[in-house]
């Protein structure tokens, strides 16, 4: 059974950095697409960055872009977001999520396999 399990949230000043990691288990993650993505309440999912199962596409979210970093280790079946000079606004849950294919959006709706979230909060 696939699943996906993110970790490496926490709490961290502005200007911070902290690295999520999202791992895979019950699939080879070679053949996925993997959409990071955020959520704050009463706030739509908002998608921040996605990779193709062969990092040949990268995307960001103005949001984010310059600040954040998305790269995968299918040898680990993982995929990381580093994010630097974190910022308050960037508070949120963060999710992972997985299509089967060549291709990567930054729309949720594309995508069949999500992870449970891990918090992310950036405050003094």
């Known amino acids: 059974q696939l699943q996906l399990v993110e970790s490496g949230g926490g709490l961290v000043q502005p200007g911070g950095s902290l690295r999520l990691s999202c791992a895979a288990s019950?699939?080879?993650?070679?053949?996925?697409?993997i959409g990071w993505f955020r959520q704050t309440p009463g706030k739509e999912r908002e998608g921040i960055s996605c990779?193709?199962?062969?990092?040949?596409?990268?995307k960001y979210a103005d949001s984010v872009k310059g600040r954040f970093t998305v790269s995968r280790d299918n040898t680990k079946n993982t995929v990381y977001l580093q994010m630097n000079n974190l910022k308050p606004e960037d508070t949120a849950v963060y999710y992972c999520?997985?299509?089967w294919g060549p291709g990567a959006t930054l729309y949720p709706t594309n995508y069949d396999y999500w992870g449970q979230g891990t918090q992310v909060t950036v405050s003094s």
């Open positions: 019950g699939i080879t993650l070679w053949y996925y697409g």
């Open positions: 999520a997985a299509v």
């Open positions: 990779i193709t199962s062969s990092s040949g596409t990268i």
